[in-house]
């Protein structure tokens, strides 16, 4: 591990100093509590603050069979790096010398563009997808990579400068205290850029959430493959209709299908291997809970910030500053 990755690491649960042992010439080991004497293997380079298994699995199982898909770096695209700038609101100036925090990094489709501007980024992920990150992106030395709970987060709270969370709280147990949760993360006067699923009165007519009450009890393998094999002919079926003027949307709203037909940075190969990916995102997350923005507001209320905006797209995209300390 990295000096300064371990400079801001402590106890998820008492929040007291960790000791890290290990084998000479590996960054493979443990980490002790001084406190509570609760000991987290570090493996692959990667300190690891959660059981293997949770319900995040889905996802880990997602990122590590399309690790590099999404990433602009190997996609040749600026999907990725157009999305994280509009998200967040943030310029490369304003992140260059700042220590941010990526909250369910996935593969590191966000840490590829946020590592570019001269930040310091540590990725957090629940699941095994944080090893498709690290293999991904590994060889740049400003990313740091850590397997932890969003409500249980290795670092005192006020940490970093800034913090984003981009499509991964609508898919955790509780998403009030998952937004508490990293709001206090942020230092005072840091902002923090969250991208939720929103709800609105019409939301849960959406096709996927028909299916999902079975889908996401399948296994993950098996839903994969159905998905794969349905493809064959949804995805130029889809091709056509959600093409088709006013009653394209009308049928992506019925159809739960992930084909970006309106993209011209995505070839038709990879728009077919984007409909596979993002079609079995829609369906297979234990969790899929769209907030209102008057709910995500208090939350982050509770989590000590001062100011909500909320910035033009399709989701529910705020950037959230901390008041300064009293």
Known sequence: ?????????????????????????????????????????????????????????????????????????????????????????????????????????????????????????????????????????????????????????????ETFDLCYCIGVIQHTPDPEKSLVSIARMVKPTGQLAVTIYSRKAWTKLYAKYWLRPLAKRIDKKRLLRIIERLMIIAFPVTDVLFRIPILGKFFMFTIPVANYVHEPQLSREQRYTWAILDTFDMLSPYYDQPMTEEEASVALASGGVREVTRLPGPGLNLVATRGPVE
């Open 1 to 157: 591990m990295h000096e300064t990755l371990r400079q801001i690491l402590v106890c998820p649960r008492c929040k007291d100093k960790l000791t890290f042992t290990g084998g000479a010439g590996t960054d493979d080991g443990e980490l002790r509590c001084e406190s509570c004497s609760i000991v987290y293997p570090v493996k692959n380079g990667i300190p690891r603050f959660v059981p293997a298994d949770n319900y995040a699995g889905s996802f880990g199982y997602q990122w590590n069979r399309f690790r590099r898909e999404q990433l602009d770096s190997f996609s040749k695209t600026t999907l990725s790096t157009n999305r994280f700038w509009t998200e967040t609101g943030w310029t490369p100036e304003q992140m260059r010398g700042s220590l941010v925090l990526d909250v369910g990094c996935g593969a590191g489709r966000f840490l590829d563009v946020a590592s570019t501007t001269g930040a310091t980024v540590v990725g957090v992920d629940l699941s095994n997808a944080i090893d498709a990150a690290k293999d991904n992106l590994g060889d740049r030395d400003n990313i740091h990579f850590i397997q932890a709970s969003i409500y249980e987060l290795p670092f005192r709270d």
